[in-house]
């Protein structure tokens, strides 16, 4: 089986910053491409960035100029660089990976447990 887990949520004032960090653990055979979405109250989850194995990156346009999306490739993992966040960032935030699995040989799309972000004065 495969994991991942989330880490850096947490309360910001607007104007400030935060890092969302997910690792990518257990049966792993090849990670493909990694990203982020968000759920606010009330709302469909939504893509806010997403970058492939070769690190070619897409954002929301919501999103593009105050984040970053960064992955690892020796480690498994794919960060979440939040600047400039407004009170609409305010949302729980969730990893996305698609994984190749050793134990089974196929792609699986994997999903962290998610981390709350509150931007707020």
């Known amino acids: 089986q495969v994991q991942l887990v989330e880490s850096g949520g947490g309360f910001v004032q607007p104007g400030g910053s935060l890092r969302l960090s997910c690792a990518a653990s257990?049966?792993?055979?090849?990670?493909?491409?990694m990203g982020w979405y968000r759920q606010a109250p009330g709302k469909e989850r939504e893509l806010v960035a997403r970058i492939t194995d070769r690190s070619v990156t897409n954002y929301a346009d919501s999103v593009k100029g105050r984040f970053t999306i960064s992955r690892d490739n020796a480690k498994n993992t794919v960060s979440l660089q939040m600047n400039s966040l407004k009170p609409e960032d305010t949302a729980v935030y969730y990893c996305?990976?698609?994984?190749?699995?050793?134990?089974?040989?196929?792609?699986?799309?994997?999903w962290g447990q998610g981390t709350l972000v509150t931007v707020s004065s």
């Open positions: 996305n990976a698609y994984v190749m699995s050793a134990a089974r040989m196929m792609w699986l799309e994997f």
């Open positions: 257990g049966s792993i055979f090849s990670v493909g491409a």
